[in-house]
């Protein structure tokens, strides 16, 4: 390359590793004594799994999750022996030699998963019962008929786990229930360890802790307890660079559609970022940007690679061709993104996309900014 590659790219994407270290540790500290391990699926929320699993590992997590074989494979290629990883969607048929020989424990949620296994019954594998969610795991019904026999496959069992519907609503009479079938089903399996609490989970109380919990978006910065302050560190900080900007008349439209229609005279500011980055499209007309602490309100419809704000309020010495816009970050997090676009902040995080310019916060540096 010619040039510095974040000269180059039209945002740039600061993801702050000591933020998502000092997250896992909140975590840890309100699931003990139970243990906690870390998921890394979707390359990390989208994250990196390979510097955000190093960063976790070294903190102290022992065990993560991501959710197929190949993320398996390339994160046992990125980390070395040590760490466990296990694989949430299990093997499919034909693939339970390639779990052994990158040491990944396979998450085994249908009898065929667990017949399959039972050839390879030296290896470790995880369980999944379902208890409410119809999604993965063994029915009620299918576990009660093969607990007798779970012992004597062979099998090694790492652990017993299942995944509540609703621990983002605390008072959802499902997470109780969900609690209670998972309790008996754990004592089918004495001395197996047993985790039923992902993010929001941990804050259903001790109850919920079981011997570990599986954390994913909230060490990420997603807040856990919707509609409570969020304890989590925001982790991102996406700047978008301003190509152009343009005086507008009184009248005149922005935009795909001719959708957006200046009320009054002002400043446009087109920046290069789209929905093709994960600037969701449902953000036109709703999301927003910042520009020295000052909101500027993002105009019109996201297009696939631009996006477009109303930057009348800001100094045109601020706004200017090659000036950064903060699209996400101490003013407008995650979680702010997600409700403007009608999503959840899983979605936002797992769209950021490929062409940002990545900028990775060693654990160990001083943190961002507030
Ligand atoms: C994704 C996932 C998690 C992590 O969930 P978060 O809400 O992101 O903390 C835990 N367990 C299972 C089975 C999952 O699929």
Redesign the pocket.
Known sequence: MSSDPAARAGALLEIDLGAIVSNWRLLAERAAPAQCAA?V?ANA?GLGAAPVTRALAAAGCRLF?V?TLDEGIALRAALGPEPEIAV?NGPLPGTAAEFAAHRLIP?LNEPGQITAWTGQKASPAIL?VDTGMSR?GLSTREFTGFADELPKTGIVWRAI?S?LAC??TPDHALNEQQRARFAAATHRMPGVPASLA????IFLGPAYHFDFA??????YG?N?QPGRPNPMRQVVRLSGKILQVREIDRGESVGYGAAHVMQKPGRVATVAVGYADGWLRSLSHRGCGYIGGKRIPLLGRVSMDLVTFDVSAIDAAQARPGASIELLGEHYGVDDAAADAGTIG?EILTALGSRFHRIYRDPTATPLPE
């Open positions: 998921v699926k929320y999750f959710a949430f998450v999944h993965l786990i995944h621990a983002d992902a993010s929001s989970g599986r954390p994913g978006a909230a060490l997603v856990p899983y």
